[in-house]
């Protein structure tokens, strides 16, 4: 199966991320030993130079890697009439021990993926560039994440066998004792009572922020939390009422035809909302020098009102999937 064609564009995609990751790395070490905007040396001219080489190299890497997370899933829906037992993405996953952790390491890699280009973007804003060791400290951390995410999914891609019986995702929702099976246990009720409380004070944080100009971190702690908080609730109620189904609960067959790709619908609001919201979240602590202040005076309002704008739809869409449905989960 490696030769399928998007199989191909992700190990692509990965080899040549490190590719490029692995000399970025090397100029990050050299980088941090040896910064100094108030030094006037060659060493330090070369070192500025060169940045803006590196970063628009990682700029097109990440942006690759954002689009990567959605292929992966995309793909393995895809596959999933190739195995015996695969309704959906799930199926295709849980083929070998390396499907969801490759998943998992992808999303992970699409949040550090976010917040380098968010705090690249407020970087080259101010003259004297004073976010320069963070975000090179910050490639790193990705730089690891990003070889291992890599390794894991040429390992999955590796074990994928058509002779393989899987599971579909009505046995990872139900029987063990999971984290998937405690969600989908979770009373409907007590789901959308967190569900609209995270994601209420999430949109009132932000709209206080905006009102305030202040608050900009404690909104993005709570964009942090309302991601985990909304999947659960895809889960737990969001996925019966779209399939008008009372034991279905499968976050990845909301992404098939036959539901109307509803899915992307849903997902992509929130992993948007959510990733402006980290990345904020991230920068912030570190944007506390005077040529930074204008610049996130500027930039964080817009943010806020984007990352706002866009929770508020995931509510409006739950809210909307669940009115029109024809199950009765409550009453």
């Known amino acids: 199966m490696l030769f399928h064609p998007a199989i191909m564009a992700l190990l692509l995609a990965d080899a040549l991320t490190l590719i490029l990751l692995l000399p970025a790395g090397l100029f990050a070490l050299r980088l941090l030993r040896h910064w100094d905007l108030n030094s006037g040396s060659a060493r330090q001219i070369r070192l500025e130079r060169q940045?803006?080489?590196?970063?628009?190299?990682?700029?097109?890497?990440?942006?690759?890697?954002l689009l990567s997370l959605l292929l992966l899933v995309f793909t393995a829906d895809r596959l999933a009439v190739q195995f015996v037992g695969a309704m959906c993405a799930v199926g295709t996953f849980n083929v070998n021990p390396f499907g969801f952790p490759a998943l998992f390491l992808k999303l992970a890699l699409f949040f550090l993926a976010s917040a380098w280009l968010f705090m690249n973007h407020v970087d080259n804003r101010a003259p004297d560039y004073p976010l320069t060791r963070v975000k090179y400290g910050l490639l790193l951390i990705v730089l690891p994440v990003?070889?291992?995410?890599?390794?894991?999914?040429?390992?999955?891609?590796?074990?994928?066998?058509?002779?393989?019986?899987?599971?579909?995702?009505?046995?990872?929702?139900?029987?063990?004792?999971?984290?998937?099976?405690?969600?989908?246990?979770?009373?409907p009720l007590q789901a959308m009572i967190g569900f609209y409380s995270v994601l209420g004070a999430t949109v009132l944080g932000g709209l206080f922020a905006l009102w305030r100009r202040r608050?900009?971190?404690?909104?993005?702690?709570?964009?942090?939390?309302?991601?985990?908080?909304?999947?659960?609730?895809?889960?737990?109620?969001?996925?019966?009422?779209?399939?008008?189904?009372?034991?279905?609960?499968?976050?990845?067959?909301?992404?098939?035809?036959?539901?109307?790709?509803?899915?992307?619908?849903?997902?992509?609001?929130?992993?948007?909302?959510s990733a402006l919201g980290v990345a904020l979240g991230v920068t912030l602590?570190?944007?506390?020098?005077?040529?930074?202040?204008?610049?996130?005076?500027?930039i964080t309002p817009r943010v806020v009102a984007m990352a706002t704008g866009l929770f508020m739809l995931c509510m409006v869409l739950f809210t909307w999937f669940s009115w029109r449905s024809n199950l009765v989960l409550l009453g």
Request: glycine letters at 6%; proline letters at 5%.
């Open 285 to 298: 602590p570190f944007a506390r020098a005077a040529t930074l202040a204008p610049v996130m005076a500027r």
């Open 146 to 187: 990003a070889a291992l995410a890599a390794v894991v999914q040429v390992r999955y891609f590796l074990g994928l066998r058509a002779d393989v019986i899987t599971s579909c995702c009505g046995s990872l929702f139900s029987g063990e004792k999971t984290v998937t099976a405690e969600l989908a246990g979770m009373p």
């Open 51 to 65: 940045t803006y080489l590196v970063a628009t190299v990682l700029g097109f890497v990440f942006a690759v890697q």
């Open 215 to 273: 608050g900009a971190l404690v909104f993005s702690a709570l964009s942090a939390l309302a991601f985990p908080v909304a999947i659960a609730a895809v889960i737990a109620f969001l996925s019966l009422y779209i399939y008008e189904h009372p034991h279905h609960h499968c976050p990845f067959c909301l992404l098939k035809a036959e539901y109307g790709y509803v899915g992307y619908l849903v997902y992509l609001p929130l992993f948007a909302a």
